[in-house]
């Protein structure tokens, strides 16, 4: 089985890491909050079967979008992937996948976030010929599930803990809507949340049902949102982590000292934060004549 590898697009499309990285720049300037959502989209791709684009496929032609599982709530930005594949595809058709889209815009978008800008992301992933819409909800934990089966989860697809804790980062951007928190606040206020902050909360989410439909929602880091920065890691410790999972990754014996310590270095952060989407971003990837280059990443290409 041939594997990953570094510029595997050297001959056929040597262009083609240059170009998407300059999508992401321009779409970074127009759209900050695209580089964020190119960072949770290796999450929700790569935790799911493989990082091969199941993620982007559309519901039509009998299949159905995982974007509609309830696990996929507050996605935002996938028609700019298409920009992206767009450009690439004007260069190069049918030459690069959308899975390497995936993970090569994650990467530029950490960058473009001030996380690392050293990661280094093989390339010569193919794309999914399915959707798996049935099993998101085996595959990627809830916000109030358990450290522990949050971990197992992580640990079955090769992300050891210490990366485990160092990819939870990623929460150091971005947003939670208040569907996803009430329950800490109504009807009475989780004890494990700092006060304050809590109170915080409420004004910003007022009341115990929210409509999901509007756009109610608090940013996961109040000092640095638009930055991937260790500051995850101080808020946590202190009690301003916006999710069950976060207050307990604070406080679990396994998680903590690692918590602790990210929270102290940004430069250890950094680098764990580096090495664990490398990992994330090559599980049981589709290689060689497996799946297909998708022309349109939202569509499995016609027989
Ligand atoms: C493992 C357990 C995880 C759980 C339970 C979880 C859960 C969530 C939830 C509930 C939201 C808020 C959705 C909303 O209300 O709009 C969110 C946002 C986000 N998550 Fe996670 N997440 C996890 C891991 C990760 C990982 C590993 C990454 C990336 C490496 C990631 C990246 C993000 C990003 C960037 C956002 C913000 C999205 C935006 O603002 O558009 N998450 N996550
Ligand atoms: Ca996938
Ligand atoms: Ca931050």
Not at 55 to 63: C, D, I, S
Not at 78 to 84: D, E, G, H, L, Q
Not at 168 to 191: I, K, Q
Not at 203 to 213: E, L, M, S
């Amino acid at each position: 089985k041939s594997q990953l590898q570094v510029n595997y697009y050297s001959s056929s499309c040597p262009k083609a890491e240059e170009i998407i990285k300059q999508q992401v720049t321009v779409l970074y300037h127009e759209h900050g909050n695209t580089a964020i959502s190119w960072v949770r989209n290796l999450f929700h791709d790569c935790v799911v079967k493989s990082c091969d684009a199941s993620l982007l496929l559309e519901t039509a032609h009998g299949v159905v979008s995982e974007q509609t599982s309830e696990r996929s709530f507050g996605m935002r930005n996938f028609k700019y992937v298409n920009t992206i594949k767009a450009a690439v595809e004007k260069e190069c058709p049918l030459t690069v996948s959308c899975a390497d889209i995936v993970a090569l815009s994650a990467r530029d978008g950490i960058a473009m976030l001030g996380g690392p800008s050293n990661i280094e992301m093989k390339t010569g992933r193919k794309d999914s010929k399915e959707s798996y819409v049935g099993v998101v909800k085996d595959l990627i934990p809830n916000h109030n599930d358990s450290i522990s089966s949050v971990l197992s989860r992580f640990q079955d697809i090769g992300v050891d803990l210490e990366a485990t804790v160092a990819l939870l980062g990623a929460h150091s951007v971005g947003r939670v809507h208040c569907m996803n928190l009430v329950h800490r606040l109504y009807p009475t206020v989780d004890p494990t949340l700092d006060p304050t902050h809590a109170s915080y909360l409420k004004r910003r989410c007022p009341t115990p049902n929210p409509d999901p439909k509007a756009v109610e929602y608090v940013r996961n880091d109040l000092k640095t949102p638009m930055i991937i920065d260790n500051n995850y890691y101080k808020n946590i410790l202190q009690n301003k982590g916006l999710l069950t999972l976060d207050a307990e990754l604070a406080t679990d014996p396994k998680t903590a000292p690692y918590v602790q310590k990210m929270a102290d270095d940004n430069g250890y952060f950094n680098e764990q934060f580096s090495r664990a989407i490398v990992l994330l971003s090559e599980n049981n990837p589709l290689v060689g004549d497996e799946g297909e280059v998708r022309k349109d990443c939202r569509y499995v290409n016609a027989i």
